[in-house]
């Protein structure tokens, strides 16, 4: 058996590396992270005799031995045969059992890993124009989000910032504008101000998407606003059916990005897979917490790693 310590600064590019050396058949001994050395480490192995560069056999085998592990060489081949069509249909079923969309379970159920890492460039980090207006359902963090983002702006790259705050459904929202505007040293507005600095990043808090605020109402703060680009606000933990009908609705606006909420409590990120297609805005920000402002994170291609590799091995334990 050859055994192979394998490091890198995350799982995935660990992973990675294990396959291409060591093959599909790799078996995972162990992994760990060193703390406070930003390494994580795998130890893999192979059987030797399926190891490129290792003999087939020992030198002092003799024919019967020979002819023997030959034969148990080719059950072994029958048996991956057979059992591969099984093993791909129950994982297909897990991915969906853990609330991935059918569509994107058939995409990702021969290598999620793969699959993965030519999607999640694209998706990271999008541009973050300096008029967004923040729209989400009921209860997806667009208020802590926005004022999240705005301490991100102001303590972080010391850019002026501003909060409108027009949600009028909600009971209590304005005052809860204010208190974090007061806390947070964030001015906050209740009409859109005029005029409209081009040096400051005017973040706008909308009520929640549904029956008394919908896409007449979100295309008549775009004309106040010009120039003007859309976040959605997307709570991870919802499952995507939930979702489905607010995307399609939204797709004909100047959508810029996507802020996922909520993302500390996802139990398999494999089912955000689908917000990587690129029919789809990519993602500006992660949220992680409930702190204000502590708990954000630019959506760089590490911080969506850590996302979207949450639970793989709820995936990984079927093969």
Not at 274 to 295: A, C, M, Q, Y
Request: aromatic fraction near 8%; charged fraction near 30%.
């Amino acid at each position: 058996m050859k055994i192979k310590r394998f490091y890198g600064k995350n799982p995935l590019e660990v992973i990675t590396r294990v396959k291409e050396e060591l093959g599909e058949e790799a078996l995972i001994l162990s992994s760990r992270r060193h703390n406070g050395e930003g390494v994580y480490e795998i130890v893999a192995a192979i059987d030797g005799s399926s190891a490129e560069g290792f003999p087939a056999g020992r030198p002092e085998e003799t024919p019967a031995e020979s002819d023997l592990r030959r034969e148990l060489q080719e059950i072994k081949t029958l048996l991956k045969e057979v059992l591969s069509p099984y093993k791909a249909g129950e994982r297909f079923l897990r991915l969906v059992e853990l609330g991935i969309p059918p569509e994107v379970a058939q995409k990702v159920v021969e290598d999620p890993l793969s699959w993965l890492k030519a999607h999640l460039k694209r998706s990271a980090a999008t541009p973050f124009s300096r008029r967004n207006i923040f729209v989400g359902p009921a209860g997806a963090g667009k208020t802590s989000s926005i004022f999240k983002i705005a301490a991100w702006f102001r303590y972080h790259r010391g850019e002026a910032v501003r909060v409108l705050s027009l949600d009028r459904h909600r009971v209590g929202a304005l005052q809860e504008a204010r208190r974090l505007g007061d806390l947070l040293e964030i001015p906050v507005d209740t009409e859109v101000p005029d005029p409209l600095s081009e040096e400051t990043y005017l973040l706008v808090d909308t009520p929640g998407w549904g029956g008394r605020f919908g896409p007449e109402d979100l295309r008549e703060i775009l004309e106040k606003i010009p120039r003007a680009r859309v976040q959605l606000v997307l709570k991870a933990t919802e499952h995507p059916l939930v979702w489905k009908h607010f995307l399609e609705q939204c797709m004909d606006f100047p959508v810029e990005g996507v802020v996922l909420t909520h993302a500390d409590r996802i139990y398999c990120g494999l089912s955000l897979g689908f917000l990587l297609e690129e029919n789809l805005p990519g993602i500006s920000f992660v949220s992680l917490g409930p702190r204000i402002p502590e708990d954000l994170a630019r959506a760089t291609e590490e911080v969506l790693e850590k996302t979207f590799l949450r639970g793989l091995n709820l995936v990984y334990g079927l093969q």
